[in-house]
């Protein structure tokens, strides 16, 4: 069941709680690019919105209905929330929240000496939200808007507001990572068409009001853990910003060969069923095959040929071998020399074996002297390895011991490959592997490579690659 299946389903409220049958009152602390366009948007939706700042200067904008940015629409929107005497401004943080029911934190989170997040905002901002709620006897719920590392919510903000208040969340106070994914300049209509709606609560009765809030713009949020949200806004704005770089660096290589990049570029975004997808990012093994390593490899020389740096591009192959090196730790690490592999190919449903990443392993665990024993649903006996091996000896020339030795390892009954191992790797997503896992497998442990299972099942010595 989904988060918000359970949510939904979750529908008993404490006995001092109900859902607002108005709309809840909005407190928006920091107004700069976020807290400016909350303020305008949450009150076009109706509520009554306190914007709080230390900036006398942003509150009298605010205030007077006047943007305190550059932003499209913004001053229009402000003028009319406070023309409906929806919108108004303090410097008083308590006052604000003892004034609302609803506490949204916009707040700067720089980058402090040495990489990471300077705190000091938030803590402030926490402690002056707990000592409001120490005069407050009814429940309030505190929204975390900024971009922060995940586990601070309930680390930094938290701890500081308890202990300024006495109270404790969940049944004093609730709390909510709602990350913002607004881009600047056209900040108002994200806002009212949004790619998504994130919110990781405390509790079922704060995600209830949160989502209720956000009601409508977008009837679907997604519900999810709060380390998972503050993650979540982490990896948009990565991708983002390889999304940038990988953009560059291929305009890089396209201009000294008199190429279009921007022509490049536009066909490659109409496949939206590879390109811009959910395909390929899930964490789980490294790349492999006929096509990935062989390109990357390709383009890369292109570029070392043209004199073009493309350090992004340079880096793929490396980041692929880190993922193949923590496969090789996590077997080392079970203590096991009886290993089996529960597929081989680089992808299932194929026989293809060249380039598969798995090899790498097999390959190193050989010379390290482990015991291996291998089942694949679609190479046998018959499979003519080494002709596959043959297209990519230049470039693999130490995998051809495991390739001479791959037959002798093959085992065409899988229960026998799990029965004669002390820790089984799985590489393919089969129904088959996964129904033969599921109720455990005796004192076998399982290094899962592929997230068989969205719960890893609750038995010693199973792992995921990366979760």
């Known amino acids: 069941m989904n988060a918000l299946a359970q949510i939904n389903q979750s529908t008993a409220t404490p006995a001092h709680l109900k859902l607002v049958s108005e709309l809840p009152a909005i407190s928006v602390v920091g107004l700069g690019y976020v ?100 005069l407050k006897d009814e429940h309030h719920i505190i929204v975390m808007r900024c971009s922060i590392p995940p586990g601070s919510t309930l680390k930094v903000m938290v701890p500081a507001i308890e202990a300024a208040s006495g109270k404790k969340m969940g049944r004093d ?8 994914f607004l881009r600047e300049g056209t900040a108002i209509e994200d806002f009212r068409s949004p790619p998504k709606t994130v919110i990781g609560a405390s509790d ?54 008199d190429i279009d990049s921007h022509d490049v570029m ?45 350090p992004l591009i340079d880096s793929l192959a490396k980041s692929n071998e880190t993922q193949i090196a923590e496969a090789i730790e996590m077997v080392r690490a079970s203590g096991a020399r009886r ?37 694949d649903e679609a190479i046998t006996a018959e499979t003519r390895i080494a002709d596959q091996f043959t297209y990519v000896a230049s470039v693999c020339p130490h995998l051809k011991p495991t390739v001479d030795a791959l037959p002798g390892m093959l085992s065409a009954d899988v229960e026998d490959v799990i029965e004669n191992s002390d820790v089984v790797v799985v590489t393919h997503a089969s129904q088959h592997y996964r129904e033969l896992l599921r109720d455990g497998s005796g004192d076998v442990k399982v290094v899962d490579l592929v997230r068989l299972f969205k719960n890893l099942p609750e038995q010693p010595g199973y792992q995921g690659i990366g979760w």
């Open 204 to 257: 079922d009765y704060t995600a209830r009001v949160v989502a209720k809030i956000y009601g409508p713009v977008d009837e679907k949020p997604l519900l999810t853990a709060i380390e998972a949200a503050e993650m979540v806004k982490y990896a948009d704005n990565v991708w983002h910003a390889t999304k940038v770089c990988f953009a560059n660096e291929i305009g890089r290589i396209c201009k000294p060969l």
């Open 339 to 375: 290993v089996g592999f529960l597929g081989l190919a680089f992808k299932r449903g194929t026989d293809d074996l060249r380039e598969s990443p798995i090899l790498e392993v097999l390959s190193q665990l050989l010379e390290d002297g482990y015991d291996i024993c291998a089942h």
């Open 266 to 310: 536009d066909i490659f975004v109409q496949d939206q069923k590879l390109n811009l997808s959910p395909y390929y990012l899930k964490p789980g093994f490294a790349y492999g095959g006929s096509c990935l390593p062989k390109e990357v490899r390709a383009v890369a020389h292109l570029a070392g040929e043209l004199d073009v740096d493309v």
């Open 173 to 180: 106070f609730g709390v909510c990572f709602n990350p913002e």
């Open 35 to 134: 807290g400016a366009v909350s303020v305008a948007c949450l009150s076009s939706l109706g509520h009554r919105v306190v914007g709080c700042d230390i900036d006398a200067v942003k509150r009298a904008a605010v205030g007077s209905g006047q943007s305190p940015i550059h932003e499209a629409g913004l001053s229009d929107l402000l003028g009319e929330g406070v023309e409906n005497q929806l919108i108004s401004t303090t410097g008083d943080l308590k006052s604000a929240v003892l004034d609302t029911d609803v506490t949204f934190v916009s707040v700067g989170t720089p980058t402090k000496e040495g990489g990471g997040c300077d705190y000091s905002a938030i803590v402030s901002c926490a402690l002056a939200i707990g000592e409001a709620l120490a």
